[in-house]
């Protein structure tokens, strides 16, 4: 059974890069058909969808993120990396990566949260 | 504020049955699948139904998903107080060529 584990910057100041890693253990980040995943969550505030990285490559971003988004994956490493540039403190949140397919297979991460104040 | 509206609480008795909704649009659940998410205080979103009405593997057949139109729905039958959490719905937007959630919808156990 996968599991996800989150780890990175945590404290940050305003106009900085966050840069967070997923860990995956139990099994590899190369699986077929396979999507990897960040959302975040403001303190109190509902969930977020961030981006993911699919196995065959392709990334999807947020819009309203996108262009200070990227997603990567390092097959060598089995975990998989966020870099949002340029934060403010609209960017703190907990932040969680996740794993799915089409078929119900859904691991989370337990997620971490990343602070940014000047 | 979201694209998909859910109401932002719900509540029912041990034993009874709730229904959550999530109302969107033609380019996200009127066009694609539905996928709701259980959130216990503390602790990560657990994918609850995929597909708009599939449990993954340990859902109990207590939670049942359904969709017509541009809205969706969960329902939760035989409530019981471990339900008691936030639950989230969240579909493809073609729109905006990307994933959105629902606000969320705490539910509490009386």
Redesign the interface.
């Known amino acids: 059974q996968l599991q996800l584990q989150e780890s990175g910057s945590r404290l940050l100041k305003p106009s900085q890069t966050l840069s967070l890693t997923c860990a995956v253990s139990g099994g590899s980040i190369a699986r077929d058909h396979y999507s990897w995943s960040w ?1 975040r969550q403001p303190p109190g505030k ?4 961030i ?2 990285i699919h196995t065959s490559g392709y990334t ?4 309203s993120l996108k262009s200070r988004v990227t997603i990567s994956a390092d097959r060598s490493k089995n975990h998989f990396s966020l870099e949002l540039t340029s934060v403010t403190a609209a960017d703190t949140a907990v932040y ?1 990566c996740a794993g ?1 397919n ?5 691991p ?4 971490t949260l990343v602070t940014v104040s000047s | 504020q979201s694209v998909l509206t859910q109401p932002p609480s719900a509540s029912g008795t041990p034993g009874q049955r709730v229904t959550i909704s999530c109302s969107g649009s033609n380019s996200n659940i009127g066009s694609n699948a539905v996928n709701w998410y259980q959130q216990l205080p503390g602790t990560a979103p657990k994918l609850l139904m995929f597909n708009t009405n599939q449990r993954p593997s340990g859902v109990p057949d207590r939670f049942s998903g359904s969709k017509s139109g541009t809205s969706a729905s969960l329902a939760i039958s035989g409530l019981q107080s471990e339900d008691e959490a936030d639950y989230y719905c969240a579909a493809w937007d073609n729109g905006l060529s990307g994933l959105i959630f629902g606000g969320g919808t705490k539910l509490t156990v009386l």
């Open positions: 959302i509902g969930l977020e969808w981006g993911f999807r971003y947020n819009p969680y799915g089409d078929y119900g297979d859904s989370w991460g337990q997620g």
